[in-house]
């Protein structure tokens, strides 16, 4: 998340905030530098907080054809973008409690997870086939009124066609929001 994208970061806060009230925790997967993340710390209070990343950048593993279909796509897209160091993230998030870590390539590093439950997810994944990983991981663990928000689902065709491809037979509608991101709240 770019880090004056004011609007993004409330919609963030009043997401986390809005979910505060049920039982399960919140993820990230797609950490990069920490933005949203540090966004997610300063509004969760004490419910636990985990984090899904390579942190090397993106994946030339998960790259797929759809991926690099349009212009804007094949320009923000490249494998190894938007590494950060895992030391750097912990550094910035040091001061917050209930925060961990998972390096490496999800969904294999969400396994310790899989008998949790989940009030909010936000993802900056970039690409098909890692959005598509989150929504089969994180869908079923999401409590109901639950919400799952995506960066980058109106200007990435890999976000776009995996969201749309992963609802098609759910119930849940997906609504855009401001900076190209949407929403989906679990019924």
């Known amino acids: ?3 004056n994208d ?9 997401a986390v905030i809005e979910t505060s009230c049920l039982d399960g925790d919140l993820a990230e997967a797609g950490v990069s530098i920490g933005n949203s993340a540090e966004i997610i710390c300063k509004a969760k209070g004490n419910k636990a907080f985990h984090m899904f990343d390579t942190f090397e950048g993106l994946p030339e593993s998960m790259f797929s054809p759809i991926d690099a279909s349009t212009p804007i ?17 912990k550094e910035r998030l040091k001061q917050y409690d209930n925060v961990f870590y998972y390096p490496g390539l999800f969904p294999e590093t969400a396994e310790p997870l899989k008998d949790k439950t989940f009030a909010f997810v936000h993802l900056d994944l970039d690409l098909y086939k890692s959005t598509l990983a989150a929504l ?8 109901s009124g639950g919400i799952i928000m995506s960066h980058n689902y ?9 969201f749309n491809e992963f609802f098609e037979d759910k119930p849940e509608k997906i609504k855009v929001i401001s900076s190209s991101s949407c929403s989906v709240k679990k019924l």
């Open 6 to 14: 004011p609007k993004r970061a409330r919609e963030i806060t009043n």
């Open 154 to 162: 109106t200007n990435m065709p890999g976000v776009t066609k995996a």
């Open 136 to 143: 089969i991981f994180f869908y079923p663990r999401l409590d």
């Open 1 to 3: 998340m770019e880090k």
């Open 73 to 89: 796509a094949r320009y923000h897209m490249a494998p190894g973008m938007y590494a950060a160091p895992l030391s750097q993230v």
